[in-house]
């Protein structure tokens, strides 16, 4: 059993790169098989419809960016201040941004769940799993403000990731003097409520 589980991982990670070279149109059982160098038909016998294998690269690609709990730890250890949510902002964006193919599947795969409610389902709970991980973690490490400041910051940057990993408006600035913007701002609105 253990060894279907590896195989199911590995087909949807080739998966993931398809998607994140292909886009949704390039994503076939055909294209996995390809990228992962497994017989034609391999995919197909585990994902066996098209939605099967979105909603399976949904599932592996929220595995893939889980947070190291380690770091996180580390992270609440701190004193809660305005450089312990900067560091963990810088974090999100480290992660999201080591592998960029990952986070441009990611994007592709919540673009295709727009329009694709099975998807949009199932990638809704695991973005919304994550999301309020990081409500808890904020209110654990004691920093000001709540679920709405950290929405604000997951919609800031989602902004920034898609400027870093797709075509950008061009601005220049420093991703890290970004992040420590936004969460200055974030902050001082949330002290000033």
Known sequence: MARNVERRAALADAGLRVLAAT????????????????PVGTA????????????A????????FAPDEAVVAGLATREPSPELLTDYVRYIVERT????????????????????????????????RGYRDDVAFHVAAGL???AFE???LHYAVD?????????????????????ATLVSRLVGAADAR
């Open 159 to 179: 902004g920034l990731l898609l400027d870093l990993l797709t075509t950008s408006i061009g601005a220049g600035f420093d991703p890290d003097d970004v992040v």
């Open 150 to 152: 950290v929405a604000l």
């Open 57 to 64: 690269l949904g599932e592996r690609i929220l595995q893939r």
């Open 23 to 38: 886009g949704a149109r390039g994503l076939t059982h055909r294209a996995v098989d390809a990228e992962a160098g497994v």
């Open 144 to 146: 000001p403000g709540g």
């Open 97 to 128: 941004t080591r592998e960029p193919d990952l986070t441009r599947a990611l994007i592709e795969l919540r673009l295709e769940a727009a329009r694709r409610p099975d998807l949009a389902a199932i990638l809704g709970d695991t973005l919304r």
């Open 44 to 55: 197909s016998n585990y994902f066996r419809s098209r939605d099967a294998l979105l909603g």
